[in-house]
């Protein structure tokens, strides 16, 4: 549905994006991702048809943003951080008029704007002024207007900043709803909301991509997660002695659970996946093996990790992130 070659887009001296390249596939829900500074912002306003990027080429849904500009904008359903409302309409009369700005009108507005309401769950609510209603309900009508073409691609910037948790919860839903059917690309500073929404990630920081792909990939591969595994019965010690002979396993170390058994905690070596090997091993032990799994990273480590503690914005985001989800 994305696919970035090499995108360049400079504000004076300062280089916003330095050669960006990146794919998003169809029907997928992408998390993009960075500190604050990074060009996540720059990059969707160019995705959006905002602005052409200065060099390099950019294709939504295999229309090139830069020779067919209108084409590729017609693509693309896009609700900025700061969603554009006009208080004092109701919220059929301002679908309405964003639909007309759209370029709908006679027979096909009126089946958009029943089919945004519904969408959004606002069908009920069609009437009233948009200055009475909650920040989570401006939202629900900011997405109904981005869907109003039914573009194949919703591009959703910090769609959930200052949302109150059920509100915030509202919201999910509701794009999980919308996935499947259309791309997603999500750009959020809450982190443990991109790892639960999206299937497919794209990193970046400075401009430059960090990292990319299916998300399990890159939180599961990207550094060489641990393997974690439970055994029992009288030949653990052994097992965890055999354990550091083996060149897949750069070290181990072992924790006595309150039930007797114990848990092994594997660092790969070289970021390969040993746990078939790992299963042979407990069986010519004679241990009972009760779990195997790989340790998912999460969004914040693995992103340090990749971009190699590249500046502190990303880590008061974090921070920050954290203590809102906390709260």
């Keep these: 549905m994305i696919e970035a070659h090499e995108l360049t887009r400079s504000y004076g001296r300062l280089r916003a994006v330095d050669g960006l390249s990146f794919s998003v596939p169809r029907g997928s829900v992408c998390g993009f991702l960075g500190p604050n500074g990074a060009g996540k912002s720059t990059t969707i306003r160019m995705i959006a048809g905002l602005f052409p990027p200065d060099s390099g080429r950019l294709l939504v849904d295999g229309v090139d943003v830069r020779q067919h500009p209108l084409e590729a904008r017609r693509r693309v359903g896009y609700l900025p951080e700061s969603t554009p409302l006009d208080t004092e309409l109701r919220i059929e009369e301002y679908l309405r008029f964003r639909g007309r700005l759209a370029g709908l009108s006679g027979s096909t507005l009126a089946p958009a704007i029943d089919r945004s309401l519904e969408l959004c769950g606002l069908t009920e609510v069609r009437k009233r002024l948009i200055g009475a209603l909650s920040k989570g309900f401006r939202q629900r009508v900011g997405l109904g207007?981005?869907?109003?073409?039914?573009?194949?691609?919703?591009?959703?910037?910090?769609?959930?900043?200052?949302?109150?948790?059920?509100?915030?919860?509202?919201?999910?839903?509701?794009?999980?709803?919308?996935?499947?059917?259309r791309t997603v690309l999500l750009s959020s500073h809450?982190?443990?909301?991109?790892?639960?929404?999206?299937?497919?990630?794209?990193?970046?920081?400075?401009?430059?991509?960090?990292?990319?792909?299916?998300?399990?990939?890159?939180?599961?591969?990207?550094?060489?997660?641990?393997?974690?595994?439970?055994?029992g019965g009288d030949?653990?010690?052994?097992?965890?002695?055999?354990?550091?002979?083996?060149?897949?396993?750069?070290?181990?170390?072992?924790?006595?659970?309150?039930?007797?058994?114990?848990?092994?905690?594997?660092?790969?070596?070289?970021?390969?996946?040993?746990?078939?090997?790992?299963?042979?091993?407990?069986?010519?032990?004679?241990?009972?093996?009760?779990?195997?799994?790989?340790?998912?990273?999460?969004?914040?480590?693995?992103?340090?990790?990749?971009?190699?503690?590249?500046?502190?914005?990303?880590?008061?985001?974090?921070?920050?992130?954290?203590?809102?989800g906390a709260s």
Excluded at 237 to 259: G, H, N, Q, T, Y
């Design 145 to 181: 207007a981005a869907l109003l073409a039914d573009p194949p691609l919703l591009v959703l910037d910090e769609p959930t900043v200052g949302l109150d948790p059920t509100q915030q919860q509202a919201f999910r839903s509701l794009l999980a709803g919308l996935s499947g059917e």
């Design 190 to 231: 809450l982190l443990g909301e991109v790892q639960a929404s999206c299937s497919w990630l794209v990193m970046i920081s400075g401009g430059r991509l960090v990292a990319a792909g299916p998300r399990d990939e890159v939180l599961g591969g990207a550094t060489g997660a641990p393997i974690l595994m439970e055994v």
């Design 235 to 324: 030949g653990v010690m052994a097992f965890s002695k055999r354990l550091a002979s083996l060149d897949a396993v750069r070290a181990s170390s072992v924790e006595i659970l309150p039930d007797g058994w114990s848990r092994i905690r594997i660092l790969p070596a070289g970021g390969g996946d040993p746990r078939e090997l790992l299963v042979r091993l407990a069986i010519e032990s004679e241990v009972a093996l009760r779990e195997l799994r790989r340790e998912q990273e999460t969004l914040e480590s693995v992103f340090t990790a990749l971009a190699g503690g590249r500046g502190d914005a990303w880590e008061r985001t974090v921070a920050a992130s954290n203590t809102e």
